[in-house]
């Protein structure tokens, strides 16, 4: 049974914690409510747990309001007598109706939910298993734009696109459709999330030149139209990549891993050694690649926009690292919240709005000009034999490539193009960053 919290007047510091472990137990009544009952309570403890921390956003507000959220408290405690809850539902509408001040600032909030699927390249499985995974995540996620209009999903990795060439055409073919209707949107600009330290610099060119080029033959995108490097899982970013991404139309970084024990700021502008930079998204604590759409996601939102000074952040969603992507929960759980009066507006979204805002509001990050490093340092000195291939299959194709100009310049022999870009595909591919470090099971490597 839950105790009416309001019952006399308490100083502040006293009523701070109250109100607190009150919001707190009502949330733990959760573990025994079922169907509507357990929808209301989940409801009303999210609103007033979010409205006790949008005060930290307000501080000119927090004394106002947290008089509203303890009145809005004792409305809902007081509907509980023994195991009855018959008079919840009128007990929410009224607390929420407390709440009405707070509720018109809540919803100036927003959260962009992008959907993903991050899908590993053979990390813990082979070759065959990887396709299989990202046909079945795929056909999903059309299945989901199909049932719901305002869906919208990201996919990195050009790799997932070109093994959809092979195995599945039909399926390409109507990822395009929605690439144009501007819901499935392509980010990215290499091809795959690959290792930034041990990959060569002549690499990283290839990575940018082969997807540019795929991107536009299979979707008819420009450089400009995928502006973001995506790069969530990987371990470490050495203080060069800046370099090679503004040169290939890349602005944006996204990214989660920069260093054990390294504090970033959540927004920065990173700069190589030559003054070129990106505009990098680092996920704050609390948040992940392979998020969900629950109401927890607020904690992170308010801790971005303390750090920020801004009014909106990207939740990225999905089932990852063997595909899946978003699931119907996600979708619909996105549908019930945008709908709680006292909450931030949330929206089914792709990277660009997000991005767009951190760009208007660009002389507010400060620029950091280093590396970026390190996480799972085992993974450089570790299975060397991968390594050492990956060194001597780049030289020998820059080798090859410069041979066979020179024969073709000089003899008119026929320059093998194809062949040297298969070549640098596997490469590539073998790039990524569970690959070349060496943190996956045999198969990984031996592709």
Not at 224 to 238: C, K, L, M, N, Q
Not at 368 to 373: A, G, K, S, V
């Amino acid at each position: 049974m839950l105790i009416p919290l309001w019952s006399e007047p308490r100083s502040k510091e006293t009523c701070m914690p109250d109100i607190t472990a009150k919001i707190a137990a009502l949330s733990r009544d959760l573990d025994t409510a079922h169907g509507s009952v357990k929808e209301r309570i989940e409801r009303i403890s999210s609103e007033l747990s979010f409205a006790w921390r949008l005060r930290e956003l307000h501080p000119d507000k927090a004394t106002e309001w947290e008089q509203l959220i303890g009145r809005a408290l004792d409305q809902v405690n007081a509907a509980f007598s023994g195991n009855a809850c018959a008079d919840l539902p009128a007990a929410v509408e009224k607390a929420e109706q407390i709440l009405e001040p707070i509720g018109a600032v809540a919803k100036d909030y927003t959260v962009w939910n992008v959907g993903h699927g991050h899908i590993d390249m053979n990390w813990m499985w082979s070759w065959p298993e990887t396709v299989s995974v990202t046909i079945d995540t795929f056909r999903t996620v059309l299945a989901l734009m199909d049932a719901y209009d305002d869906f919208h999903y990201s996919q990195s990795q050009t790799s997932v696109y070109d093994l959809l060439r092979i195995h599945d055409p039909k399926l390409l073919d109507r990822i395009a459709e929605r690439v144009k209707e501007g819901r499935w949107e392509i980010t990215a600009s290499h091809w795959v999330e690959a290792d930034k330290n041990l990959t060569g610099g002549e690499s990283f060119c290839r990575h940018l030149l082969y997807t540019r080029a795929f991107m536009h033959e299979y979707f008819g995108l420009e450089p400009s139209d995928v502006p973001i490097d995506w790069e969530p899982d990987t371990f470490g970013h050495a203080h060069t990549i800046p370099s090679f991404l503004a040169r290939g139309g890349v602005k944006r970084y996204y990214h989660c891993r920069s260093g054990i024990d390294q504090k970033r700021p959540a927004v920065f502008w990173w700069q190589a050694p030559d003054k070129s930079r990106v505009l990098v998204y680092h996920e704050i604590p609390g948040s992940w690649y392979n998020g969900r759409v629950e109401p927890g996601t607020t904690n992170s939102m308010i801790d971005f926009c303390k750090e920020t000074g801004l009014n909106a952040w990207m939740n990225v969603y999905g089932v990852g690292d063997h595909g899946g992507g978003p699931t119907r929960e996600d979708i619909e759980r996105c549908h019930e919240m945008n709908a709680w009066p006292i909450y931030p507006t949330f929206v089914l979204s792709s990277t660009k709005p997000f991005y767009e805002l951190l760009e208007e509001n660009g002389d507010r990050w400060a620029t950091l000009d280093q590396e970026l490093n390190f996480e799972f340092q085992g993974c450089y000195t570790t299975q060397t034999s991968i390594k050492k291939a990956n060194r001597f299959g780049e030289n020998q194709l820059y080798e090859s490539e410069a041979a066979a100009t020179l024969a073709s310049a000089q003899t008119g022999m026929a320059y093998p193009a194809e062949r040297f870009r298969e070549g640098w595909i596997n490469t590539l591919f073998s790039q990524f960053h569970d690959i070349l470090p060496g943190s996956g099971v045999r198969d990984t490597r031996d592709y």
